[in-house]
């Protein structure tokens, strides 16, 4: 949530309380237009060409940091291509322990005591958390320092070669405002892992479609690193897919124990069921009765479990049971207020994550709608939806499910839900965007997002 003056609440991205204490020790740190004519379909489209730091440390950037100069030696890390291209992956290298993680504020302003149980957080995971010179800002409006703040600390947190990594305090709104002026040619020089969620979509998807930059959408300083459960311990992020995504050179899976289920396979199977096909209709399914409770939106059309999706007349190893692809996305609504500007992305097929929060049925349905006619899902090979408890109350879960199948009943790849990344209150999961990525649907009980390249790149051991 989004505060005004006062921390008074003005927005639905909600920052959670706070009664932690400073540690004593923290570092501190001074496109394209649409397209107009025939509405796209979901047919196939060409893609487009440990340590703690010593209070007072400044980031080592030039005067103007808006152009800091970027070191020489300093060199992009690509799986092929030129530093020209926006179609090679770039790569940064594995993070390890003692990195420099700069925390910057690009959206909006975040709670100081949230933002320094999180840095405690981190330092107590071996990392070495700097603060940006405006991460703690808190005007003017609701945003953490001016554009030319914000900017500045991002530049400067890529530019300085002592910074590994890159995290943000929160989310919120106003990352958008950066992108005209990003400096896309010293980010590609200085390739590192950026990390966060909602509002920063914004960056990913920008980042990406310049520079092929990999990127994290993962847990944030103040709403998942400064998260304690009950017993006081932290319990905001998932460690095991923090250090898969960032630390290690092999690939990796998401399964049924990270939330992923099948909401509905691949449509060549219903080619074969017409009577599952026909009830797919699930706006005549919608009974405004919601006594009843919510139930897995497939017992709508006639199944009583994930597992009578298969089909015995069908091969188990059908190619649309296993979509292979680029893994992107992020929050829906930043998604889809970015189409008709220079910053949207660019329909690139792959499997498209995506999440968001508070938003109601009706709102999933209108912008998967916008997405599709603006042919973002032309060629994307499968969907995975993220947890939905943050958008509806129990009740609803079941309408939401239904809203999502009416929404893309026509669309031909298996779609999966309930990965808890993004807008959770569960340990949040981290997910690389950038690296090529398989959905095994073929055991509808036990779905699997694999991971079949790093996200990081090995370095040497100095």
């Known amino acids: 949530m989004i505060r005004g003056p006062g921390n008074s609440a003005i927005n639905t991205h909600a920052a959670l309380p706070s009664t932690e204490a400073q540690p004593e020790n923290s570092a501190v740190l001074s496109t394209e237009a649409q397209r107009s004519g025939e509405i796209p379909s979901f047919t196939k489209a060409r893609a487009p060409h440990v340590p703690q730091t010593q209070t007072g440390q400044v980031f080592r950037s030039q ?74 800002a808190s005007s003017p409006l609701y945003f953490a320092g001016t554009v030319e703040d914000r900017l500045a600390d991002l530049h400067a947190a890529f530019a300085d070669p002592s910074i590994d990594a890159i995290c943000c305090t929160r989310g919120g709104w106003g990352t958008a405002e950066l992108l005209p002026t990003l400096d896309l040619d010293l980010i590609r020089r200085n390739p590192k892992p950026f990390l966060g969620y909602s509002d920063h979509t914004s ?96 017992l709508l059309a006639g199944v009583e479990s994930a597992a009578q999706w298969r089909d015995p007349l069908l091969p188990e190893d059908l190619p649309q049971n296993r979509p292979q692809g680029t893994l992107w996305g992020g929050c829906l609504s930043i998604l889809a207020e970015s189409l008709g500007t220079p910053f949207a992305p660019r329909p690139q097929g792959g499997i498209l994550f995506l999440e968001d929060v508070t938003t109601k049925p009706y709102q999933w349905d209108r912008m998967l709608l916008h997405l599709r006619y603006a042919g973002l899902l032309a060629g994307v090979e499968a969907i995975v939806f993220g947890d939905m408890r943050q958008c509806v109350p129990p009740s609803d879960a079941l309408l939401l499910e239904a809203a999502l199948l009416h929404a893309l009943a026509d669309f031909p790849g298996p779609i999966c839900i309930g990965l808890r990344s993004g807008h959770v209150d569960t340990p949040n999961l981290t997910l690389p965007f950038g690296i090529q990525a398989t959905l095994d649907t073929s055991d509808p009980e036990h779905p699997i997002l694999s991971l079949l390249e790093s996200a990081v790149l090995r370095q040497n051991t100095p």
Request: glycine share 6%; proline share 9%.
């Open 63 to 136: 005067s103007n940091p808006d152009k800091a100069r970027v070191p020489h030696s300093s060199q992009p890390h690509r799986d092929g291509g030129d530093v020209s291209s926006s179609h090679s992956t770039l790569k940064s290298p594995v993070l390890r322990p003692g990195a420099r993680i700069a925390i910057v504020s690009p959206a909006s302003a975040a709670i100081p005591d949230r933002v320094h149980t999180g840095i405690a957080h981190l330092q107590a995971l071996g990392y070495n958390p700097v603060l940006a010179p405006h991460a703690l």
């Open 203 to 298: 960056l990913h998807i920008w980042m990406a479609r310049e520079t092929g930059l990999v990127t994290f959408y993962a847990p944030m300083v103040s709403p998942d690193f400064a998260r304690r459960g009950t017993d006081g311990s932290f319990d905001g992020i998932d460690l095991r897919s923090f250090q898969a995504a960032l630390t290690q050179i092999a690939p990796w899976q998401l399964t049924t124990v990270d939330g992923l289920r099948l909401l509905r396979p691949a449509l060549p199977y219903f080619a074969t069921n017409s009577s599952i096909s026909r009830s797919i209709e699930v706006e005549k399914h919608c009974h405004p009765d919601r006594s009843r409770g919510p139930r897995q939106a497939h």
